[in-house]
């Protein structure tokens, strides 16, 4: 496939909401009862959006797609627009599957493969796993990107066709978890529990918010949950951005944090520090 064809994947923070699955058949004249069957039955998912990267969502050039609802409500979220189920679009495995088809090369040669993210991909984990166990009978490496929250929704065999999870571990603190999410930390920590009990590797994250997220103890403690999972392979600390502000704007949803700057240099190689002091590789 050309470059040309590569157009299809697009940032989604350079994206409008519904767009960015062109070249993937829609499926919007089904009917709503039989949609939500094939829902349930993960032949059909609500996507948002998909894109090719390199180095970012894990090894090698990726194919990510990104899922579309969430039932977290982080406060630095930069894709607001991924957020409602709702508001994705149709698409159904046997068309997903035949696009990874496509770049079945260039993972091999570049040590890549695929990552499903959102949103949170564990809001469909029938579709999530149909895609997965897919993907895994081409010999494509996969990963996941989530939260955790919804990590009893991963069944074993869902588990069986992952490589890598992407955990996101967003505050150490329970108090200040769910002050940044709405949502409790201990679902999240249970799920890594599970992985390292697994075997399956981890890439934990952690977003540096100042005012949020930027208390040494936070940090400390959030250090120790990625230190007691024994398949953490590394860290990386992301600084917070305002790349999607002008989303929450658009959706008409308040922004807590407009006038929150971004960390200094300063305070995130601080914040990698206090995770390496757990041993843990830092980036």
Same mark, same amino acid.
């Given at each position: 496939?050309?470059?040309?064809?590569?157009?299809?994947?697009?940032?989604?923070?350079a994206?409008?909401?519904?767009?960015?699955?062109a070249?993937?058949?829609?499926?919007?004249?089904?009917?709503?009862?039989?949609?939500?069957?094939?829902?349930?039955?993960?032949?059909l998912?609500?996507?948002?959006?998909?894109?090719?990267?390199t180095?970012?969502?894990?090894?090698?050039?990726?194919?990510?797609?990104?899922?579309?609802?969430?039932?977290?409500?982080?406060?630095?979220?930069?894709?607001p627009?991924?957020?409602?189920?709702?508001?994705?679009?149709?698409?159904?495995?046997?068309?997903?599957?035949?696009?990874?088809r496509?770049? !079945?090369?260039?993972? &091999?040669?570049?040590?890549? %493969? +695929?990552?499903?993210?959102?949103?949170? *991909? =564990?809001?469909?984990?029938?579709?999530?796993?149909?895609?997965?166990?897919?993907?895994?009978?081409?010999?494509v490496?996969?990963?996941l990107?989530?939260?955790?929250?919804?990590?009893s929704?991963?069944?074993?065999?869902?588990?069986d066709?992952v490589?890598?999870?992407?955990?996101?571990?967003?505050?150490?603190?329970?108090?200040?978890?769910?002050?940044?999410?709405?949502r409790?930390?201990?679902?999240t920590? !249970?799920?890594?529990? &599970?992985?390292?009990?697994? %075997? +399956?590797?981890i890439?934990a994250?952690? *977003? =540096?918010?100042?005012?949020?997220?930027d208390?040494?103890?936070?940090?400390?403690?959030?250090?120790?949950?990625?230190?007691?999972?024994?398949?953490?392979?590394?860290?990386?600390?992301?600084?917070?951005?305002?790349?999607?502000?002008?989303?929450?704007?658009?959706l008409?949803?308040?922004?807590?944090?407009?006038?929150?700057k971004p960390?200094t240099?300063?305070?995130?190689?601080?914040?990698?520090?206090?995770? !390496?002091?757990?041993?843990l590789?830092?980036?």
């Open positions: 496939m050309g470059a040309a064809g590569d157009q299809d994947f697009l940032s989604p923070a994206r409008p909401h519904g767009a960015g699955i070249g993937i058949e829609e499926l919007s004249d089904l009917q709503r009862a039989d949609r939500l069957a094939r829902m349930r039955s993960g032949d998912g609500s996507i948002h959006s998909w894109e090719l990267v180095a970012v969502d894990g090894p090698g050039t990726r194919m990510t797609t990104f899922f579309s609802g969430c039932p977290l409500a982080c406060q630095y979220c930069h894709n627009d991924t957020l409602q189920m709702r508001n994705g679009e149709p698409v159904s495995a046997e068309e997903l599957l035949r696009r990874i496509r770049y !079945r090369r260039i993972f &091999r040669a570049t040590g890549g %493969g +695929i990552t499903l993210s959102g949103g949170e *991909v =564990l809001m469909q984990p029938a579709f999530a796993s149909k895609i997965l166990h897919g993907a895994k009978l081409m010999g490496h996969t990963a990107d989530t939260s955790g929250f919804l990590g929704h991963a069944s074993d065999s869902m588990l066709d490589d890598l999870v992407l955990l996101d571990v967003k505050s150490g603190d329970p108090a200040t978890y769910k002050e940044v999410t709405g409790a930390l201990e679902p920590i !249970r799920f890594g529990d &599970r992985l390292a009990e697994r %075997g +399956i590797e890439w994250r952690f *977003v =540096l918010v100042p005012g949020l997220t208390d040494p103890e936070n940090i400390r403690k959030a250090a120790k949950i990625a230190a007691r999972w024994n398949s953490v392979s590394r860290v990386e600390v992301l600084p917070f951005h305002q790349m999607g502000r002008d989303k929450w704007a658009s008409g949803m308040e922004y807590k944090l407009a006038d929150t960390p240099n300063e305070a995130v190689e601080g914040t990698r520090q206090i995770f !390496r002091n757990e041993g590789k830092v980036f």
